[in-house]
């Protein structure tokens, strides 16, 4: 049914999800091309050449391109890391620097893999571009617009990650792995006999391959530490109860490494970065019902969405729940769940779901 | 014997004698065991080398290298066409300079360094000359007996010999530190077992090319005037020439108003093979070394073709080539 004529672009990063995504791209007829960005250097980040790292790495390139000879379809690698240090890295570091934690996932996929790769293929007269997330592309039947469902494989979904893209690149977007489950794309990796069926889980940030972002932000930004003094630890009441390190090595709902002696489990309500201050206090004092949300991206008309029952999840491992949504003002619209929920992360994505279709999302300002 | 005669038949090409003439196991090896042999035969007279910023990434990374362990290197800056100031190259010498290392023929511009004033004010001083050659033999006349040159690295599969061999050429007289140790082969100046099939592969190879040099240069002189005409119609295309000597064989352009990856990748589906740097940096997709040496920003260092050409190159294919070349630009250019 796919018309031979349409050119795909499948974004490879040399693992299991992409290179299967590949294969049936081309089993589906399509004129195929597998294209691997880098975004990084390994030796960039801070890691020491000959160590192993989970992404842009000559290894995971040359994997991408031996499944594309394998497929006999064409293969590119493109340097996009000027682009992924002016923006992603560049974000992730002043988000921290900001109190805020930042999910760089996500403003990648809306603005490099989507928006500046679009471009790009554009002078190779690409149709489609395709990825190896678990997510569908499908119709909202009301409005007749392209939104995003949730992946067959409800463990592996990765609709979260995608609500920013804008209308018109997922137009041109393809998610051939999102009716299957990560163990059939391992079954027919193998089955296809793949040199990367076996290939790791990639789960932490690419170029965190350690998952420390604080040693990565000590080690390649050192001014974030200059620029970021202690400052005091206040409870519920404002009074002072130890010292912080710098606002960037925190993270709303953190427990560990507080290095305070109150007697009872506290947790990071707030970073106040104006005030150099953060507020510690109980679970139940990180619960909120509402919440500020701005940079959205709407998938279909927010008419649709505003005042709506939708549900909304506001991490990437967090259920999503019933919740409404309205204009606050300007960019900013305002989320009020049923029910208070816990540790509300300003930096992190909150996406809107009608049922299991992504309709927008946004970025969580303030409470 | 067969070893000798194939190390005599490439000593005769070369104006050298046979006593000369080093096998290796390619350019890269050449040039990594010129510069740290030479380099450290004269650690007793002083610990300084002078090399220049364009060089190949085989002779970069070994001068870092003799860095790390306590040499000082003057990396000698180019003007924007690759042109050295030979003026340059003298106030950069010191009492200690116990090194002078220079590439003939850029394998990405094509030009022509001036070699023999070069060796000559080194000459001069009692400082050995290298020469990394690779890109000269074959396609330059070459008669060390008449140039003022101590060491040149020679690599087999430029020539028409398979990979996996090379010549070192190191003038008779010239100390050089061993660095593969273990064995008497080759002056015991680099141990193991040669490579027979490739020195034969490698002597024939620089045989044929050396005695037909006249008609191959003329070959290339046809080709790459048919192809400066052609690029230089093309619309956005800068040649990047000068009024200095090149290689007819490299031909090096700059396309401006269009996003380079996407013309190589264009240039690749229509079957045209050329590149945008050496390879010997493919996979980093970094923008050459060589071009951002000269000051060309990433954009246009990224969107610069170097064409080679070969023996078996055609006008025909020229002619093709500069059509799709043109294609293309037109497809993808950009508004400034």
């Known amino acids: 049914m796919a018309p031979k004529n349409k050119k795909v672009v499948i974004a490879m990063s040399g693992g299991v999800d992409s290179s299967l995504a590949a294969r049936l791209l081309v089993e589906q007829g399509y004129d195929v091309m597998g294209v691997t960005l880098k975004l990084w250097g390994y030796i960039d980040t801070g890691g020491k050449p000959g160590h192993e790292s989970n992404c842009c790495s000559l290894d995971d390139i040359n994997n991408a391109k031996a499944e594309c000879a394998a497929l006999g379809i064409p293969h590119y690698t493109l340097d996009m890391s000027a682009e992924f240090k002016e ?22 996929n809306t603005e490099i893999k989507w928006h500046q790769l679009l471009d790009k293929l554009d002078d190779l007269g690409v149709d489609y571009l395709a990825t190896g997330h678990y997510a569908r592309k499908v119709k909202h039947s009301e409005t007749g617009k392209w939104v995003i469902e949730r992946g067959h494989d409800l463990h592996k979904d990765q609709s979260y990650v995608l609500w920013g893209i804008r209308p018109e690149d997922l137009e041109r977007t393809l998610f051939p792995l999102g009716e299957l489950s990560k163990q059939e794309v391992r079954q027919l990796a193998a089955a296809a006999n793949m040199a990367t069926a076996e290939t790791p889980e990639s789960m932490e940030i690419c170029f965190v391959p350690d998952n420390d972002y604080r040693r990565f932000l000590n080690e390649q930004h050192p001014e974030i530490a200059a620029s970021a003094p202690p400052g005091n630890f206040v409870d519920k009441d404002g009074t002072v109860i130890g010292e912080h390190q710098g606002i960037y090595n925190y993270t709303v709902g953190q427990r560990k490494g507080l290095g305070l002696a109150t007697g009872e489990r506290v947790f990071v309500n707030k970073i106040d970065a104006e005030t150099n201050t953060i507020h510690v206090g109980s679970k139940q004092d990180a619960e909120s019902k ?21 549900t909304v999840q506001i991490r990437y491992n967090h259920r999503a729940k019933p919740a409404k949504i309205r204009h606050e003002q300007d960019q900013d619209y305002r989320v009020t769940f049923e029910n208070p929920e816990n540790a509300i992360t300003p930096g992190q994505s909150a996406v809107f779901f009608l049922g299991d279709q992504v309709v927008g999302g946004g970025i969580i300002k303030s409470m | 014997m067969h070893l000798d005669q194939a190390r005599r038949s490439i000593a005769s090409n070369l104006g050298a004698r046979p006593g000369e003439i080093l096998f290796t196991s390619g350019g890269t090896e050449s040039n990594n065991l010129a510069l740290k042999g030479l380099a450290q035969a004269g650690r007793g007279r002083g610990n300084h080398i002078i090399s220049c910023s364009t060089e190949h990434p085989s002779v970069v990374e070994s001068l870092k290298s003799l860095e790390q362990s306590g040499y000082e290197v003057s990396t000698l800056p180019l003007d924007r066409f690759g042109q050295l100031d030979l003026s340059e190259v003298e106030a950069a010498i010191r009492p200690t300079t116990i090194l002078i290392s220079f590439m003939w023929v850029n394998n990405e511009t094509g030009l022509i360094h001036p070699v023999e004033a070069l060796g000559e004010l080194a000459r001069t001083r009692g400082i050995p000359f290298h020469s ?43 100390a050089l ?55 230089g119609y093309m619309p956005h295309v800068h040649i990047n020439r000068t009024e200095a000597d090149y290689s007819p064989h490299i031909v090096n352009c700059s396309v401006g108003h269009v996003d380079g990856e996407a013309m190589f990748i264009r240039l690749d589906l229509d079957q045209v093979a050329v590149s945008n740097g050496s390879a010997c940096t493919s996979g980093s997709q970094a923008p050459s070394h060589v071009l951002t040496a000269l000051g060309f920003d990433k ?38």
């Open chain 1, 87 to 108: 923006i992603v890295m560049a974000n992730f570091v002043s988000e921290y620097k900001a109190g805020r934690t930042p999910n760089p996932c996500v403003l990648c």
């Open chain 1, 290 to 310: 509402t919440f500020l949300v701005n940079g959205c991206n709407w998938l279909i008309p927010e008419s649709h969405v505003l005042g709506v029952d939708v």
């Open chain 2, 132 to 174: 990394d050659a690779v890109q000269a033999v074959g396609h330059l006349p070459i008669d060390l007996s008449e140039l003022p040159i101590d060491a040149l690295s020679i690599s087999g599969h430029k020539l028409g010999a398979p990979a996996g061999i090379g010549v070192l050429y190191l003038r008779k007289g010239t």
């Open chain 2, 177 to 231: 530190a061993v660095q593969s140790h273990g064995g008497s082969q080759e002056n015991s100046l680099r141990g193991g077992t040669q490579n027979l099939l490739g020195a034969l592969a490698i002597a024939k190879a620089m045989k044929i090319q050396c005695e037909s040099l006249d008609s191959h240069s003329a070959h290339f002189k046809k080709l790459s005037q048919l192809l400066l005409k052609k690029l």
């Open chain 2, 299 to 336: 954009a246009r260092a990224q969107a610069s073709i170097r064409i080679s050409l070969g023996l078996t190159t055609t006008p025909q294919e020229i002619e093709l080539f500069s059509e799709k070349l043109e294609q293309i630009i037109r497809s993808i250019e950009r508004e400034p």
